[in-house]
């Protein structure tokens, strides 16, 4: 499985922001999906995670409520919608795949690809 992060950049605090990964290989759309973050200086955290119908999601206590994680099966894209984003929400972002379909996955060595990150700025 290959993995496509894309949709970053600079956002206001208040604002709003749409990251998208774009996955490849043959059963890309089975696999539950997660999105992680890492802040300068600090480790890689769990931020959201959907199944491979969609139909459970997961979140971190310090974005639930503001994030909403989606998928696209036919698209073979997930995504993470930012909804009032927080100066602290600045991150690189990460979308990840598991070889599982649904399940609890917060911990990164649960997840067997990555893709390679996106750039999230909010500003006060």
């Known amino acids: 499985v290959q993995l496509q992060a894309s949709g970053g950049g600079l956002v206001q605090a208040g604002g709003s922001l749409r990251l998208s990964c774009a996955a490849s290989g043959r059963t890309s759309s089975r696999f539950l999906m997660g999105w992680f973050r890492q802040a300068p200086g600090k480790e890689r955290e769990f931020v959201a995670s959907?199944?491979?119908?969609?139909?459970?999601?997961d979140y971190a206590d310090s974005v639930k409520g503001r994030f909403t994680a989606s998928r696209d099966n036919a698209k073979n894209t997930v995504y993470l919608q930012m909804s009032s984003p927080r100066p602290e929400d600045t991150a690189i972002y990460y979308c990840?795949?598991?070889?599982?379909?649904?399940?609890?996955?917060?911990?990164?060595?649960?997840?067997?690809?990555w893709g390679q990150g996106t750039l999230v700025t909010v500003s006060s």
């Open positions: 959907i199944s491979g119908s969609g139909s459970s999601t």
């Open positions: 990840a795949s598991t070889k599982f379909s649904s399940g609890t996955y917060r911990l990164a060595r649960s997840y067997a690809y």
